[in-house]
């Protein structure tokens, strides 16, 4: 058996924490940075500063067998370091999920530090605080309430914008499929001049409806449209 001191299990430590990731489907939605607090296991091995290991506290570390059953069991880094988690979990670390204070140019990293302490860990929380929790942010506290909704209120302006400017580059995109005749609709399948393209559609338009006047700025499916129109009335007449 190996001394304590030697034994490489005793070599490591572990230990919980809270890290910030972005989460990139809020960040979209929302227009500006947000960051979910995730719990995570970070593992150091004794006498090495430089190289640490970091892994979601609910990721598999290994396996190993069941006695009851005799089967496999997927072990987390949680259950695996399990003494170390609940003394993790009894601290009641608060889980933050927003948009980070450092993203208000105005606060110092004093004063972040003072609200974090007072419970405000994001841009939404300082935005919604009132009444007394108001108060207990002293003297400018409502300066900074106010930077804090102001900083969201421009977040959504782009938002809309961009959602905007979406939604017209998607119609833009929609018209010049229909005009080029890549995707025809139902009613452009059933025209016999589905297949002709512009020259040939605004020649016959020429030779059969002179007293029509033709735009040049009209795409295949006007063309399409008036043409076949044209050729109903001909045949009508005929």
């Given amino acids: 058996m190996l001394p304590e001191f030697a034994d490489p299990k005793k070599q490591i430590t572990a230990h919980f924490e809270l890290h910030p990731v972005k989460n990139q489907a809020k960040t979209k939605m929302a227009g500006r940075p947000i960051y979910d607090d995730i719990e995570v296991c970070v593992i150091r091995i004794a006498g090495n500063r430089s190289t640490k290991g970091v892994f979601p ?4 570390f290994t396996r ?3 006695p009851e059953t005799g089967e ?3 072990v987390t880094y949680a259950m695996h370091y399990n003494e170390q988690y609940r003394q993790f979990k009894s601290g009641d670390a608060q889980s933050m999920s927003g948009t980070p204070l450092t993203l208000l140019p105005l606060i ?3 004063k972040r530090l003072e609200l974090k302490a007072l419970g405000v860990h994001s841009v939404e929380t300082l935005a919604g605080i009132d009444g007394a929790q108001l108060k207990s942010l002293g003297m400018g506290g409502r300066d900074l309430k106010n930077q804090a909704i102001a900083y ?3 977040a959504s302006k782009l938002v809309d914008a961009a959602s905007q400017h979406e939604e017209i580059e998607a119609l833009k995109a929609r018209i010049l499929e229909l005009e080029s005749g890549k995707n025809p609709t139902p009613a452009q399948t059933d025209n016999p001049f589905a297949d002709w393209e512009v020259e040939d559609l605004r020649n016959w338009l020429k030779d059969n409806a002179p007293d029509k006047a033709i735009d040049n700025r009209w795409g295949k499916a006007k063309l399409q449209e008036l043409a076949a129109e044209v050729n109903a009335k001909l045949k009508a007449a005929a």
Avoid: S
Avoid at 57 to 60: K, L, P, R, S, T
């Fill in 57 to 60: 506290a609910h990721e598999v």
């Fill in 64 to 66: 190993q067998m069941n």
């Fill in 72 to 74: 496999q069991e997927e």
């Fill in 108 to 110: 110092t990293p004093g």
């Fill in 152 to 154: 969201l209120e421009q």
